[in-house]
């Protein structure tokens, strides 16, 4: 399917479901999609995601992934009191790469292109962007502080493993780069290669653990989450924010897009997204079928050994190494930013 397809299916969708609820105050295109040209091919390991726009303070929970007239889209709800303030939403750095562009799918009340307009003629001024890495940077720190130590191992993981991961979202974020999330280290490779700063990568391999992590290891994991995943999503009743991302409907972007990678050489940039879905499964299988939860830990805790965690304690270690990192993180975003064509002053 062609980008401009699923953007129409999108606008359908929208007009047909999200248009008539209460409260409906917009929706606008964003992640991966965004900037991509309608001719481009939509990649099976692809979803478009869309916001919804409502006037609640409480949102209702995410709709998540599902098939629309072919097409796999990923629904989010944001409440318009997120949007309210648009230099809030320029130092966001989760928000403002959704207004960057026109994105806008359907805007009753205006109000989502005047935020458009504002946030794209200031997106690039340096000033803003400094304050979008010291936002990533800052989520960094909050949520390793935030990792609950008496919560199951696979949710420490998960907390530690996402709070990691971020690292990557701060160089993307100084190149005015998308964070994306499944690829953000093969993203973050990019750009630390554009702009002479390759050396760097393997600090943040050695991070998240898998820097000298072979091929082979990596595509065993992969056939173990292929049996956790399958089993997680025939029994999944409990809703998690996660949900849509266990479920046949997203098989081909975790399953079939994580051996992409493999087979084209960027196996350790597949990591990230299995032990993600791997803890994610667990979470699920912890509160729907305990029982399987058991009999199918050993092949996580295998793949989360050979990043070198065994226990809480490591994950402590761990959590640790990434806060001494930051100082250098912060040395490449600097270089980054000075070296950025884009950037204005």
Known sequence: MKVGQARAAAARWVAEHAHVEAGFRGAYFSGSTVGLPDD????????????????????????????YEGALLEVSHLSWAQLSSPDDVLASYHLAGGFRADTIIDDPTGRLRALHAYVADRFAAEPWVRRRCQDARHRIEHRLAAIDTSAPFHEQVNAWLFSTGVTTHVLLVAALRNPTIRLRYLAARRVLAHYGELGVYPELLELL?????????????????ATTFDATARVAKTPFPFSSDIAPDARPIVIDG??????????????FWIIATFARCHTILAADAPELHRELAPAFRAAVADLGITSAGDLAHRTAQVIRYLPALWQTTEAILAANPDITA
């Open 258 to 271: 994580s051996r992409d990678l493999i087979d084209s050489g960027d196996h350790r940039e597949a990591v």
């Open 209 to 225: 653990g898998c820097r000298d992590l072979p091929a082979d290891r990596v595509r065993h994991h992969l056939s173990e989450l």
């Open 40 to 67: 481009a091919e939509l990649p099976p390991s692809s979803d478009v995601d869309i916001v919804v726009v409502i006037a609640r303070d409480d949102p209702p929970a995410k709709l998540g992934k599902f098939r």
